[in-house]
T-cell receptor, first 112, second 113 residues
Framework: EAGVAQSPRYKIIEKRQSVAFWCNPISGHATLYWYQQILGQGPKLLIQFQNNGVVDDSQLPKDRFSAERLKGVDSTLKIQPAKLEDSAVYLC??????????FGSGTQLSVL | GDSVTQMEGPVTLSEEAFLTINCTYTATGYPSLFWYVQYPGEGLQLLLKATKADDKGSNKGFEATYRKETTSFHLEKGSVQVSDSAVYFCALSEGGATNKLIFGTGTLLAVQP
């Protein structure tokens, strides 16, 4: 079974630039999550989709972050403009059964 | 709000040593509790879980018991192997509409041969 795919693996940008991350969940998983993991902290949920509808985006900084999940499959997370404090690993996860999440390897973002 | 506190790492052990990684939680209701593991270069994966008080989750020789009276969910293994070297995350979920997971900061375990 293929896992959760994310790209790119690494990204380095300057502050005020924009960046986008892509996620392809496990086939058939209706729920998709984006987490932010800042160095030394645990993952923090940014947004959760059920199919292509948003279930929870309460911790998404909506002035600069946006996410979409077209056709209930792939998803993209965008940051525009980026700030230094956005440096983190961005994790995508999907699930079929509640609470059993499968995570991708993440995208490590460095904002200079 | 809900939160999870884990012991800081790194934890360095010799092969076949006994492992304990402490985890305590704060929650308003009756959460489900989890341990996730992240092996080097891989994504987080569910190791074990417990959904109610006194439940014991177990997998791959690891165990954790849901202790409501001490609000704890400590991870234990009787004899660790080099292949257990990873980062271990304790997490809780209050359930509800989103089943949102709240993670601790993670504990790095390094097992030496």
């Amino acid at each position: 079974e293929a896992g959760v795919a994310q790209s790119p693996r690494y990204k380095i940008i300057e502050k005020r630039q924009s960046v986008a991350f892509w996620c392809n969940p496990i086939s058939g998983h209706a729920t998709l999550y984006w987490y932010q993991q800042i160095l030394g902290q645990g993952p923090k949920l940014l947004i959760q989709f059920q199919n292509n509808g948003v279930v929870d985006d309460s911790q998404l900084p909506k002035d600069r972050f946006s996410a979409e999940r077209l056709k209930g499959v792939d998803s993209t997370l965008k940051i525009q403009p980026a700030k230094l404090e956005d440096s983190a690993v961005y994790l995508c996860a999907s699930s079929l059964v509640a609470e059993k999440l499968f995570f991708g390897s993440g995208t490590q973002l460095s904002v200079l | 709000g809900d939160s999870v506190t884990q012991m800081e790492g790194p934890v360095t052990l010799s092969e076949e040593a006994f492992l304990t990684i402490n985890c305590t939680y704060t929650a308003t209701g009756y959460p489900s509790l989890f341990w996730y593991v992240q092996y080097p270069g891989e994504g987080l994966q569910l190791l074990l879980k417990a959904t109610k008080a006194d439940d014991k989750g177990s997998n791959k020789g690891f165990e954790a018991t849901y202790r409501k009276e001490t609000t704890s969910f400590h991870l234990e293994k009787g004899s660790v192997q080099v292949s257990d070297s990873a980062v271990y995350f304790c997490a809780l979920s209050e359930g509800g509409a989103t089943n949102k997971l709240i993670f601790g900061t993670g504990t790095l375990l390094a097992v030496q041969p």
